[in-house]
């Protein structure tokens, strides 16, 4: 393997400027040959002239492309957001907080409402619990959800 002051006299630089160089086109003077350190060098030196790297082996393409997709997404936000598709949370929060109170009060009141049917129509006395359980449940998760949606909500967007 080569040192460093025959690569870099070789490439035509100093040696400070081999050591800046050698990480950027992930090289080591103790592993790779002289040869493929040229070949990695003349790589790197083409993708700076084509416009393709910024020197520090970020791929700017990678980066406008990359640029070019948040822009988009944010345009595509703005423009459901104009079509109504999207609500910011802080004023959709008590919208959605009292249509779950609702769907509690409704499912609280369920259980009653169906035995009274259940003994209109048939005649039989159905156990409190028996319906009520999993109607509990439900109310129990929609809860859960209400509770979360208050500490959620920071002002974004749903």
């Known amino acids: ?54 020197g520090n082996g970020n791929n ?5 492309v990359a ?12 423009l459901c957001e104009k079509r109504g598709e999207l609500v910011h949370l802080s004023s959709g929060k008590h919208k959605i907080a009292s249509a779950v109170s609702t769907m509690k009060n409704i499912l609280g009141n369920a259980s009653g409402e169906i035995r009274a049917e259940i003994k209109k129509q048939h005649g039989i006395e159905v156990d409190h619990d028996l319906i009520n359980k999993p109607i509990i449940g439900a109310v129990g998760e929609l809860s859960i959800f209400g509770k979360q949606l208050e500490q959620d909500s920071r002002g974004g967007i749903i």
């Open 1 to 54: 393997m080569a040192t460093q002051i025959e690569i870099s006299a070789h490439l035509g630089m100093s040696d400070r400027n081999l050591r800046e160089v050698l990480p950027k086109i992930k090289m080591d003077h103790k592993v790779d040959s002289l040869d493929d350190i040229r070949l990695a060098y003349i790589a790197y030196l083409r993708d700076q002239a084509s416009g393709h790297s910024d």
């Open 60 to 64: 700017i393409i990678s980066t406008r």
């Open 67 to 78: 640029t070019a997709e948040i822009d988009k997404e944010m345009k595509l936000m703005a």
